[in-house]
């Protein structure tokens, strides 16, 4: 018997099977985890940061309102927002800041700075050093 009268001979008994079969072309995708809800968000009107100066040693503690300046050495850090979870407010902080360098009119740094994670974001500055410590 040739080859194709094999493969033709099992089309034939497989046929009525084929044809009623329901096959699911769809690829096989696991459903994705449910995402739980985070904490509810309260936003702040000031943000408490922390700078450090580690030529000196010096530190200060800033207080920026949303959408104002401070200053530290020759570096000028905005405030854009500030956040923290509304039912413990004392548990944690998100700020999210611009800071330049005032010398250069260089942006170094500009995103969200997490007060339990200071390293998880961080200005990389040789001098310098600044975290977030609260939101009020």
């Given at each position: ?14 046929w ?17 985890p ?12 000031v ?14 503690d ?5 959408g ?30 611009e ?28 001098r310098?050093?600044?975290w977030?410590?609260?939101c009020?």
């Amino acid at each position: 018997m040739t080859r194709a009268a094999i493969v033709a001979g099992a089309v034939l008994v497989l046929w009525p099977v084929l044809a009623t079969a329901q096959i699911n072309l769809a690829p096989l995708v696991p459903n994705p985890p449910a995402r739980e809800a985070g904490p509810e968000m309260a936003s702040g009107q000031v943000a408490v940061m922390r700078a450090l100066d580690k030529v000196s040693g010096a530190r200060e503690d800033l207080e920026i309102p949303v959408g104002g300046t401070a200053h530290y050495g020759r570096l000028s850090v905005h405030l854009v927002a500030c956040r923290f979870p509304a039912e413990n407010p004392s548990s944690d902080a998100f700020a999210f800041v611009e800071i330049r360098d005032a010398r250069r009119d260089e942006q170094l740094f500009r995103g969200w700075m997490i007060a339990s994670s200071p390293a998880l974001n961080a200005l990389d500055h040789p001098r310098y050093d600044i975290w977030a410590l609260r939101c009020r």
